[in-house]
Every structure is written in structure tokens, then in C-alpha cells.
């Protein structure tokens, strides 16, 4: 097999040493592209950063009995390990080059919802049905008044009932095929990110609007694919709405999406100054403008982002304390406050004003989309604020509605 000749070691991939027993190395796939980590030997770790594709196994053969003084290494073991290598896609090579160079994106955040597909549909109605659920979405007529929705991204065991709130208010207040969804990104350096990929979960797969996209990508310009497999492969903020929609709408009518994720806008906090202001921030705004305004279909915006982030978890000392949590429920609610009022400069104000210091991941999808679409109002659906039992963290979420 010719990647075999002279193997290359793929890129996105992390190590660390095994905490029960030094004498191993775990390697695993920051892509979730890979099914498991690997568990190495110190020596087929040597080996494995040996892989470089310019070197043959002869050559990583010599190498290795080299640095150990000239230990024999057979190289039927060395041509084993290679083999494996393949088959858990850590070589560059057809396998993975398959996987990532796909049309469809595979299901990434199995256990954070059932992949069952029965079970996932039992669990989705749970999540509307339960006792602080909103109730299933009624067949009503939409009035077609919701632009957009903040919903969570959240694990749905924490988060769903959130979810669910917020859910229901499309399904019952949005007459939309096409989804825009622009998530939090928490994987990329990069500001902005796409992927033409359709999604695929346990309900099925979803299909990309590749016309809208093709106008996003007129009127922003290039770069927005420049890191998709780290911005979208591995990311939950996307595939947990997809979910949602999904069952939403399976034997109603057909869907589709778009898939944009959002950077961080730590320099805008640190500059004090509004996002829009960024070259890229401005881009993006008046591009998702211009895309929106030539489309002839309603499109919902659904902005895929969660709260505060605090607790030892996170970076803060000590475990949190009551008085802490309700200064940070205090603080969601300033920040909400303000999205009500669909006021992102204001929303972007309260946040900046402490330093980002509780860590609101939603700010870069959220100050996007409200410039973008500019809502006459919003309305808070429901609000939670997850709290660890031993005070090891603390992350806080709400859905809620943007009209007019």
C-alpha cells in the first residue's frame, strides 16, 4: 500500500501520557474524525513521530534501532503498527482524506443525545412533555413574525428543557425552510468559518442551501473555508440544533441549512470598542444583509450560543459560592436585558464592561446576527443556570425570540 511506503502522520492530532502507567501515551483525534484514541507503547510512539512521509519503514526502522543502541525491531512490527495507524485514520492518507473530503458531515456529539434514533425521538419529546417543558408545538399557522432565535448548545441532559422552550417558538412562530444557523465556535482560531457539508444525525441528514451560500461567500469574500475541518467536524454548536430541527419538522417539510460559526471577540473586549468595528466583524454583517435580502424564501436565523462560564472549571479559584452565582444570574439577566431590546451594542456593553470575565460564549454569534437582522424586539422564553453539585462549575443559557 503506497501510504505505507513512507507513512505521514495526519494533522489534528494530541497526545498525553497515561496517568495510570507512564510507560504509555494515549493519542487521540481533536477532529473526532478517528473513532477511539490509541493507546501506544513509548516506542510505537517514537515510531509514530517518525511518520513524516519522507522517511520508508526501513528507514524509521534504522532510525529507531538507532536511538536504541541497536535493538533489533522487526519490521513486520513496524509494518503492523503502520497498518493500524490506517485503520484508526491517523495517517494521511485514503481512509482519512475519505472522511474529512465527504459531502456529508457525520454525527459528532453522540452522548450528548441518544443515538438511537427511536430513543432520540422519545428523548426530544421528554424534553417538551417533562414537567418544566413548554409542551409539544401546536399545529397552528405561523405568523411568520420570528427573524431569529438564541437557542443553547449545551448537553441536552442540562439544557434541554431550554431547548425546547425555544423550539417550540419556531415551530409555532416560523414558516421558514431554510435555517441559518451561526454557532459559537469553539475550536478555530479563525473569525468565521462555513462548510457546504450537509449534517447527518440519527433522524437522517440535512441537506446545505448551496444558493445562499454561494451569496454569503460573494459578499464576504474568501476565507471562509480556510479552516473547516477544525471549525465544523468536531463542533457541537451546530449539529445539537440540527437535532431539534430535525425533529421538528421530519414528515412536515424538508429543510435545509446554512453553517456558519463565529470566533472569539476577545479583541473587541480588550479594545473596548463595538465588534463591528473589526474589518471581518463588518464584512460578515453586511454580507449575511445582502444574502438575506436577495433570498426570496423566509429564513429563520437560529444563533447557537450559551451564557456564563464560571467556576474552577473554567479557570476561577474555589469552588462557587451561593453569593457568586447570584451575581452571575444578575449579570445574565443585564445581558439579556438587552437582547431583549435587540440592542447589540448595548448587549455587546455589559459584557465588555466586565471583561468577558464570566466567559459568554454566545457573544460573537449573537452580536453577529443582531446587527445582521436588526429585530424590532426580543422576548425571553426561558432561562437556566446550570450549577455543578460540588461548586466545580457553572454555565448559564436561555432561548429566546427575536421578531419583527
Known amino acids: 500500500m503506497p501510504v505505507l511506503e513512507r507513512p505521514q502522520l495526519r494533522p489534528h492530532l494530541a497526545a498525553v501520557e497515561d496517568e495510570d502507567d507512564g510507560r504509555y501515551v494515549y493519542v487521540w483525534d481533536r477532529l473526532r474524525v478517528s473513532p477511539e484514541p490509541q493507546r501506544l507503547t513509548r516506542l510505537e510512539f517514537l515510531w509514530l513521530q517518525m511518520f513524516d512521509g ?23 512490527a513496524l509494518t503492523a503498527f503502520a497498518e493500524r495507524m490506517e485503520r484508526a485514520l491517523f495517517l494521511d492518507g485514503p ?11 457525520p454525527p459528532a456529539c ?39 432565535a438564541l437557542l443553547p448548545h449545551i448537553d441536552y441532559a442540562r439544557g434541554g428543557t431550554t431547548y425546547a422552550w425555544g423550539f417550540k417558538e419556531v415551530a409555532e412562530r416560523s414558516h421558514a425552510s431554510l435555517f441559518v444557523i451561526v454557532g459559537t465556535s469553539h475550536l478555530s482560531a479563525h473569525r468565521y468559518t462555513l462548510t457546504r457539508k450537509a449534517f447527518e444525525t440519527p433522524l437522517g441528514v440535512t441537506p446545505t442551501d448551496q444558493d445562499f451560500i454561494d451569496r454569503l461567500v460573494g459578499h464576504y469574500g474568501d476565507g471562509l473555508f480556510d479552516d473547516e475541518w477544525q471549525a465544523h467536524l468536531p463542533e457541537w454548536s451546530v449539529e445539537l440544533e440540527v437535532v431539534f430541527l430535525q425533529y421538528l419538522y421530519e414528515g412536515k417539510r424538508p429543510i435545509r ?3 456558519l460559526v463565529v470566533g472569539s471577540f476577545h479583541d473587541s473586549v480588550e479594545l473596548g470598542s463595538v465588534p463591528s468595528e473589526r474589518e471581518d466583524v463588518g464584512r460578515m454583517i453586511e454580507a449575511l444583509r445582502r444574502a438575506m435580502a436577495e433570498t426570496a424564501e423566509p429564513v429563520c436565523t437560529i444563533i447557537s450560543g450559551d451564557l456564563a462560564h464560571v467556576g ?48 459568554i460564549c454566545g457573544l460573537p454569534p449573537t452580536y453577529t446576527v443582531l446587527e445582521a437582522l436588526r429585530p424590532a424586539s426580543g422576548k425571553v422564553l426561558h432561562y437556566d443556570q446550570y450549577v455543578h453539585p460540588r461548586g466545580y462549575e457553572s454555565v ?3 432561548s429566546v425570540g427575536f421578531y419583527g
Do not use: C, N, W
Open 54 to 76: 519522507r522517511r520508508s519503514l526501513r528507514d524509521i526502522q534504522a532510525e529507531a534501532m538507532r536511538r536504541l543502541d541497536h535493538q533489533l525491531l522487526p519490521i513486520d
Open 257 to 259: 441549512i446554512v453553517p
Open 396 to 398: 448559564s443559557f436561555a
Open 110 to 148: 453522540i452522548g450528548a443525545y441518544e443515538g438511537d434514533p427511536g430513543d432520540l425521538r422519545r428523548q426530544l419529546r421528554r424534553l417538551f412533555t417533562g414537567p418544566s417543558g413548554p409542551g409539544l408545538p401546536r399545529d397552528v399557522r405561523p405568523d411568520g413574525r420570528l427573524r431569529a
Open 95 to 105: 481512509g482519512f482524506r475519505e472522511r474529512v473530503e465527504a459531502p456529508v458531515r
Open 312 to 359: 474552577p472549571k473554567f479557570g476561577d479559584s474555589g469552588p462557587l459560592a451561593d453569593g457568586f452565582l447570584a451575581h452571575s444570574r444578575a449579570k445574565d439577566q443585564a445581558i439579556l436585558r438587552r437582547a431583549e431590546a435587540a440592542d447589540p451594542a448595548g448587549y455587546f456593553g455589559v459584557i465588555a464592561g466586565e471583561q468577558d470575565g464570566r466567559r
